[in-house]
């Protein structure tokens, strides 16, 4: 029952006494928290992924998958499967509380901690281990993460503090929980003064009061989760201190913030006067990167090509010079005001560019042009697949290589400095999956000065059926 340690459970997921054995089993499947009915549905592991959707219904990572399964009553679950347990987190499952000898196991018994300390986690239904990998069973839990709340436009100032009292609170009850972001935290209920939260996501959590490093890693999380939203840093920065104050951490709390990246990095251009400023940087580097463009530009004209984020408007002139429309987009007011200046009879929309409010095929092609690096693989991964979803023929995207002089440099400084990343690299390789999910191979690559400055170009085409 919620509220009460289960003992069996820690026993039987943490080895203890029996390390040695449980260690040697190479298949087991355990039932936590199931009723005779789903204990009928998921009677072992090849049962539930009998359930499973083929696809994946989360983003992929190196070491962990989730797939969505169906009960016989049409109730939702989601297997959570982690290819192996890393040496760190094995460690931590070992020698931190509470102790467990696997990921799944962690999940398990870190939600338990949660349910006991009177919050809402999923319902872990079963865990299983079959040879080197670990899964657990969950229960769907009600409502909608908060990222898609706030997407959508409904999250106000009440709803986000709450939401911030409560993360802190779980902080203050003696749970940590490092990952938890936007996408980890659920709202059930529009009345911000009722709505009910709930956390997921809790395989690297401990049962244990976090530290100013912990609350570091936990902001960096939630900054990432909303990049490309528009959460204004005032807003930010409230929720962060709310947080902080309802874990019983306020002295830390200046501490805590330095070390916090803004929660949107490219919204900085909002700023009076600074896509003004932008917009007249270096005309050297703009001629180097507009020459670097061109050698991976497609022949042939281009009716429409859709240039996001837009900017300031600086790539209009050459598209056109290319026998191409050019139309833009940019979440900056600012910005779009001095792209309207430059180049006053183009189409100009503002809107998200991982959510674009065009149909599907609209443009023939589309630019991506120094905006990757400001987002973490999973938001640039989902800016380019809204951009190959609105072309009809290629996307040129540029990105910022990690094997450079120029990346190393700037690594090394903000480990130094203690500085938090706001510049994020992708491989060529990294690249081009991201397209290869959505029909496009790449056709042309180049870079500026490779491996000595970061900068790479890279066009792909749509492929076509059949040929």
Known sequence: MPGRRNFALDAALAGDGHGADALRVRESWLFVDADPIERAAFADFDAVLARCSKEPVAPRNRLRVVHLATGE??????????ARTQLGNLLRNRLTAPRCRDDAAREALVAAALRARGFTAPRVVATGVREASSACL????????LRARIAAGRCDRALADRVARHCGAIARAGVTLPDLSALHVFVEGDDAATARFAVLDLHRGAVRRPGPRDFVRMLRSFARSVHGLGVPRANALRFAVALLRAAGARRATRKVLRRVPPFD???RYDAAGRASRYRARDARRDAREIALLARVWPSGPCDAVLDVPCGGGRLAAFARAQDAGWSGTDRSREML???RSTADDAPLCRSDAGALPFADAS??????FRFLHHLPARDAARVCAEAARVARRFVVVSFFHPCSVHGLRRRLANR????????FCARLGEVDRWFEAHGFVRAAHAADAPYLRELWLARYERVIRGT
């Open 73 to 82: 009553d049409g109730r939702r679950y989601f297997l959570k499967r982690f």
């Open 138 to 145: 969950l229960a769907e839990l009600p409502g909608d993460e």
């Open 416 to 423: 130094v400095r203690g500085r938090p990343a706001t510049r």
């Open 337 to 339: 005001a001095v792209a």
């Open 265 to 267: 990095t490219h919204g």
């Open 363 to 368: 443009f023939c092609g589309a630019i991506v």
